[in-house]
Structures are given as structure tokens and as C-alpha cells.
């Protein structure tokens, strides 16, 4: 089912569109925590560590795959506010070409080069064979993971994410069976936990598009629809590459950050993966609110409606800010207790470590919300160049602290990396966001909103 956000309360919409695309997100992140929490429990401290170590490559290649794919839809949901179905149908058409030339080019260089990969991130002896299995498996699924964002993403554009959540569930528990099955059943180690994960991807993603092919009317296309549009790829390539790219830029920053915990030991490493699960799980509910707001302006803007703008950013940053300040005590205070979802209660070690670096982020998690979700208005009004600026800020900073402060601070620096980040970051996007919500109104006001999407790349 649609949903046209150009009507009604603004705050009751974004919350609506919240809720079950929250339950999305938690359950797309459960396929991590599964993972980890089955993989550590059942092979240990090192597989655990070893599923950890390329963590950072993962959000690098994975997040451009979904970053790339939000920003197609940008459009698509502008089109769809606007009432112009049929140059939304070809957006959508020309999104899965696009994509589909991705998901080829990508998985085939990742596989050939995963080895130099993991010597690049320095990762301990110890743990190298099962950091190299585990990232190959993830990577040759690629495909799997840009058919799931991009159906998604289309079907959130056009105001429906109740259904990817509920096909993303199914998905979520046969991961987990899959998981148990293929490490305790066929003994495939880390191997099977990553085989688990892109089988269940591939599940959820032909769910979305069969689902969106046959209940959508409006996105059923007509012959004359479906052909390869230069001026239409030109446009998604400027929302969607610098959407992914932005994703990339941040996750080169984390890289850093990574290699300079590899060269601390593998204790390090899985205190570092444990916390890390833990944070984006809980960061989740920034991500959902972000993708409201995005689309409830995104479609707005399509209707020219400044003041429901304005409007929904508002109520969606106090959102993130009051929920930032509620998850960020729990953590401060359940840190330890939550890290031994993954970690036994003897290895004492990694446990105090993996406590540490949440207690420190917990003081910062409202900053969080406001730099997330800011910086998808900005992406969801259109300046997609503007927004992809704050994850350069991000990877600048996170660079800066890894290279700087960890050979003299250790691990205690690499607890501060990320806050360090999401600050410098936030000084930057919001009076950008102030700036482009102007240039916005000024463009409403001249009555020119038709072929934004062409001109806010930069």
C-alpha cells in the first residue's frame, strides 16, 4: 500500500512510517548479531574476532550498496509526491539497470581482490583464515544485498514500509536458523555464518520485488516506460553515487580505526566487534526515523509544501535527540551485561574492553541522532554533494584520531574515534542543512520544483 505524506500531521506520518521500518532495520541488524552472538558462543573468542576484523570493509562496500540504492529513490519519491507517475515508473525502470551493472562490477573485483583486503587491515595471524572466509562469502552476496535496499527503498519512496519489514522478519528468523544449522549442524564455521546471512538476504529481496511487481499498481510499467534513459540514469547516478559514496568516505575512516585495533591484539578485536554489534543495533532507530524524515520532505518537496518541510525536521530531530539521550544511559549503565550476548562470561578481558567503548559513546548518542537524520533532509531535498561533505568530515576525523592518539593512548583513543566523528561531523551538516532548506525555499517560491533532482548533486 502507498502512502502519500503530503497530507496530514506530519509528526503522526513519521512516526507511522517509523515504526515498522524500524522493526526493519533491528531485524536487518539482527543478521549481525546473529551472527556474532552464534559464532562466538559456538567457536569462540577468535572466530568471533575473525568475523569482526573486516567489519569495517563490509559497511565500506556494503554501504555503498545501500546508500546508493536510498539515494535512487530520492527521485522516485519526489515523482511520487508530485503526482507524476509515469516519469516515477521510468526512474524505477532505469534504478534496477543501473543496479544490476553494480551488484556485476562490484562482487567481481571484491572476490578477486578480498585477500589483498584483509592484509590491509592488518588482522592478526591468528584470526586471518576465518576473517578471509567470512568476508569473501559476505561479498560474493552482493547482489543479494543491493535486490533488498533497492525494492525497499522503492517501495519506503512510495510511503509502504510495512511490507519490506515483514518480508525482512521472515528473512531475520531463517537467518538465525540458518546460522544454528550450518555452524552446529554441518560444521561450516564462519563460513556457514556468512552463508547463512546472504541466503536469507536473497530471501527477503525476491520477496520485495515479487510482492512489488504484483500488489503495486502504481508501479506497473508500460512497454514505452522501460528503456534506458540518459538524462534519467544522469540523475540517479548524481543522488545515488554520492549517497553510497558518502557511506564509503565514513567507512574509510572506520578502516583506519580498525587497523589500528587489529595492530592492538585479538583481545581488542573482539571486544571491538562485540560493542560495534551493539551500537548499530541500537543506533537503528536513528536510521529509521532519518528515512521518514527523508521521504516525508522528499515528497513534500515534490508538492511544494515548504512549511510541512520544516515542519517534519523539526519533530524528527527532537525525535532522535530524546531517543539518543534514553538508549545512551542504557548502554552507560548495561553495557557489560549486553556485550555477553556474545562474549562468555569468562573472558573477562574482552568484556571490560567491549563496556568500555560503550560507556564512552553512550554520553554522545544524542549527537548521533541529530547528524543522521539532518543529513538524510539533506539528502532527501536533493543535495546529495552537500550531505556526502559530512561523511568526508566523519573519515577525517576518525583518520585524525586512529593515527594520532591510538599509538599513545591505545585502546582508550579508540573508544573516543567515533564521538570524535559524529561532533566534527554535526558542526558541519547542520548550518549546511539551514543553508539548502533556503536555497529550497527559494526555488518553491520562483514555483520551480520540476527536475530538482538534476541540479542538487553538488
Not at 573486516?54 to 508530485?82: D, E, K, M, N, Y
Not at 589483498?116 to 587491515?121: A, F, G, Y
Not at 557489560?336 to 562470561?345: A, L, P
Not at 558542526?427 to 520562483?446: D, Q, T
Request: aromatic content about 10%; glycine content about 10%.
Amino acid at each position: 500500500m502507498t502512502k502519500d505524506m503530503t497530507e496530514g500531521n506530519p509528526l503522526l506520518l513519521i512516526l507511522k512510517f517509523t515504526l515498522p521500518l524500524l522493526a526493519g532495520n533491528l531485524l536487518q541488524q539482527g543478521y549481525n548479531v546473529a551472527d556474532a552472538a552464534i559464532v562466538g558462543r559456538f567457536l569462540g573468542t577468535n572466530a568471533l574476532a575473525g568475523v569482526g576484523a573486516s567489519s569495517s570493509v563490509q559497511f565500506l562496500i556494503l554501504g555503498f550498496c545501500i546508500g546508493t540504492c536510498t539515494g535512487f529513490c530520492v527521485p522516485v519519491a519526489q515523482r511520487f509526491g508530485a503526482g507524476d507517475y509515469s516519469t516515477m515508473r521510468r526512474f524505477v525502470f532505469n534504478s534496477f539497470i543501473i543496479t544490476a551493472v553494480i551488484a556485476v562490477v562490484l562482487t567481481a573485483l571484491c572476490a578477486i581482490f578480498c585477500t589483498q583486503i584483509v592484509e590491509l587491515l592488518a588482522t592478526p595471524d591468528d584470526i586471518f583464515d576465518d576473517a578471509y572466509i567470512y568476508l569473501l562469502v559476505i561479498l560474493l552476496g552482493i547482489p543479494f544485498t543491493l535486490l533488498y535496499n533497492l525494492t525497499s527503498s522503492i517501495m519506503r519512496a512510495v510511503g509502504d514500509s510495512r511490507t519490506p519489514f515483514l518480508f525482512l522478519a521472515f528473512a531475520c528468523f531463517a537467518n538465525i536458523f540458518l546460522d544454528i544449522f550450518c555452524i552446529t549442524t554441518l560444521h561450516w564455521g564462519v563460513a556457514g555464518a556468512a552463508i547463512a546471512t546472504i541466503t536469507s538476504q536473497l530471501m527477503s529481496g525476491v520477496l520485495c520485488l515479487v510482492y512489488m511487481m504484483k500488489k503495486y499498481p502504481v508501479l506497473h510499467m508500460e512497454k514505452e516506460e522501460c528503456h534506458v534513459q540518459g538524462n534519467l540514469v544522469k540523475n540517479l547516478i548524481v543522488m545515488g553515487f554520492p549517497m553510497g559514496l558518502q557511506f564509503s568516505i565514513t567507512a574509510i575512516g572506520s578502516m583506519v580505526m580498525q587497523a589500528a585495533t587489529n595492530n592492538l591484539g585479538s583481545v581488542y578485536v573482539s571486544a571491538n566487534t562485540a560493542a560495534s554489534r551493539l551500537k548499530n543495533f541500537t543506533m537503528c532507530p536513528f536510521d529509521a526515523i532519518a528515512a521518514a524524515v527523508s521521504t516525508f520532505c522528499g515528497q513534500n518537496y515534490g508538492a511544494k509544501k515548504m512549511d510541512r518541510i520544516r515542519q517534519g525536521l523539526r519533530q524528527g530531530v527532537l525525535a532522535g535527540i530524546i531517543y539518543g539521550i534514553v538508549i545512551g544511559i542504557v548502554v552507560i549503565v548495561f553495557g557489560r551485561q549486553m556485550s555477553m550476548i556474545f562474549v562468555d562470561g569468562s573472558e573477562t578481558a574482552v568484556l571490560d574492553a567491549s563496556r568500555d567503548m560503550l560507556f564512552y559513546s553512550g554520553f554522545f548518542y544524542w549527537i548521533l541522532g541529530i547528524l543522521i537524520i539532518v543529513r538524510l533532509c539533506v539528502q532527501g531535498l536533493g543535495y546529495s554533494g552537500r550531505a556526502v561533505l559530512s561523511g568526508v568530515v566523519e573519515m577525517i576525523a576518525r583518520t585524525v584520531v586512529s593515527i594520532l592518539c591510538v599509538p599513545v593512548w591505545g585502546f582508550l583513543a579508540i573508544c573516543f574515534t567515533d564521538q570524535a566523528a559524529w561532533v566534527t561531523a554535526v558542526c558541519y551538516i547542520v548550518p549546511m542543512c539551514i543553508y539548502c532548506l533556503k536555497k529550497v525555499e527559494k526555488i518553491l517560491g520562483e514555483g520551480d520544483a520540476d527536475g530538482v533532482q538534476s541540479s542538487h548533486g553538488a
